[in-house]
């Protein structure tokens, strides 16, 4: 390629850059609904979905209601997702399956709902309120499309939501454990957070380790135990030992449950 056909090419490259921004800007102080709609649209087929959301929030008030209102909704909100924006893009599939149910796009909206609220579940270690939200919307598809297509890719998505959730629970009870007896006794509250995660998430990947610190929690507590209660929580120990045995006779923590197992068979009187 010669310097001469290369600077033709920059040049015209610059040429249609500046066209369309002078195009953009053009339709952007446009006050015709109808206008921005049609470039709206075409500017989703392109993948400009940053130039879609800004030019569709003042668009949907005019067709809210209409035929077009749901594919309005669904442009503006699948715009949001692949820009990345997914809380606001939930807003709107929500909008769309809510209001148009019986449109053909409710359904695809209403996975992309929980979608969109799925990409943005946080940290087990902050709060949770958009992993309960996602949860919600998700089971609320399933229940509403129980053949639909996406259903694996929804149970998974729910599978790794609880584990989320499950993962919180696991953090708090070795907060509880760590902390000791520190202003009370606050392993019971280790095995009480563990249960209930097991009882609420049974099937988590964290089965195994909230198992183990019911071990170490229930052996702790009984060691710091009155005299007149030692026993009767030595044999919680035991109990708690084969729970974990019985569901990882291999598991990564056995040899460590095991002897914390013999240390409370020792102290038992027979």
Known sequence: MTRQTLLSLLALSWLL??????????????KDPTLRYSYAKKYYNEGKYGRVAELMVDVLPHYEGTQEGAQALYIMADALLQNKQESSAAEYFRRLYTKYPQDPRATEAHYKTGLALYRIAPDPRLDQSVTYSALKELQSFLETYPQNEHRKEVEQMLFDLQDNLAKKELNTADLYYNLGTYLGNNYISAIITARNALKSYPYTKHRE????????????????????????????????????????????????AKTLRDRAQRMIVS
Not at 231 to 244: H, P
């Open 17 to 30: 850059l500046t066209s369309s921004c002078a195009e953009y800007m053009r339709i952007q102080k446009s």
């Open 209 to 256: 380790d909230l198992l183990f610190i019911i071990v170490e929690a229930s052996y702790q507590q009984a060691i710091n135990s009155v005299e007149s209660k030692k026993q009767g929580r030595l044999r919680e120990v035991i109990d708690a030992y084969y729970n974990y045995e019985n569901a990882f006779p291999d598991g990564k923590h056995i040899k460590r």
